[in-house]
């Protein structure tokens, strides 16, 4: 069975241009998160959504980041401007169903503001 | 405050031989799950085991085992039989399930392992 996939795997670009991640959830999962990595703040959750609604953006920076799903087999993670503090790894996870099942997370992105 | 506290910023163990890596919790949910993952050098977060509040039994999974103890709050990982692959951080989160759609999982800060040969 095909895992969670995010693309692009890496990603260079320069500072106040715009980034756009991608990811595929497991298919069947409806819940849908956005983590970033850094070694200074660990894995933090940026966003989470549950059967394409956002439920919780509370973790998303400000808002230069957005993020969508507009559909069960599809989101996205935008920055912009995007600025070197957002240099990261981002991982995309997802889980069936409500209360206390496992993520699975994608391979992650890894992000490098110049 | 911390929800999850993983006190061993980094370990040490012999190939072939057991190791504790040491996690506790927060929580007043009744309800809750506790996990543990894998990142080893090339990025990816591998889901090792998974432990419910209401199980009555640990968890095993393989040479992976979960050392529950509910009332002191702690849900430790043991790796059996360590091999050289087993190097990795490996992390302790925890999802507090209040039977709705909102179920958010907090990370620790994550515990280094090295296998030594």
């Known amino acids: 069975d095909a895992g969670v996939i995010q693309s692009p795997r890496h990603e260079v670009t320069e500072m106040g241009q715009e980034v756009t991640l991608r990811c595929k959830p497991i298919s069947g999962h409806n819940s849908l998160f956005w983590y970033r990595q850094t070694m200074m703040r660990g894995l933090e959750l940026l966003i989470y959504f549950n059967n394409n609604v956002p439920i919780d953006d509370s973790g998303m920076p400000e808002d230069r980041f957005s993020a969508k799903m507009p559909n069960a087999s599809f989101s996205t993670l935008k920055i912009q401007p995007s600025e070197p503090r957002d240099s990261a790894v981002y991982f995309c996870?997802?889980?069936?169903?409500?209360?206390?099942?496992?993520?699975?997370f994608g391979p992650g992105t890894r992000l490098t503001v110049l | 405050a911390q929800k999850i506290t993983q006190t061993q910023p980094g370990m040490f163990v012999q190939e072939k031989e057991a190791v504790t890596l040491d996690c506790t919790y927060d929580?007043?949910?009744?309800?809750?799950?506790l996990f543990w993952y894998k990142q080893p050098s090339s990025g990816e977060m591998i889901f090792l085991i998974y432990?419910?509040?209401?199980?009555?039994q640990n968890a095993t999974e393989g040479r992976y085992s979960l050392n529950f103890q509910k009332a002191r709050k702690s849900a430790n990982l043991v790796i059996s039989a360590s091999q050289l692959g087993d190097s990795a951080m490996y992390f302790c989160a925890m999802r507090e399930g209040r039977g709705t759609s909102y179920d958010k999982v907090i990370f620790g800060p994550g515990t280094s392992l090295s296998v030594i040969p």
């Open positions: 929580t007043s949910d009744p309800s809750y799950g």
């Open positions: 432990q419910g509040s209401y199980d009555q």
């Open positions: 996870a997802s889980s069936l169903g409500a209360g206390i099942n496992t993520q699975y």
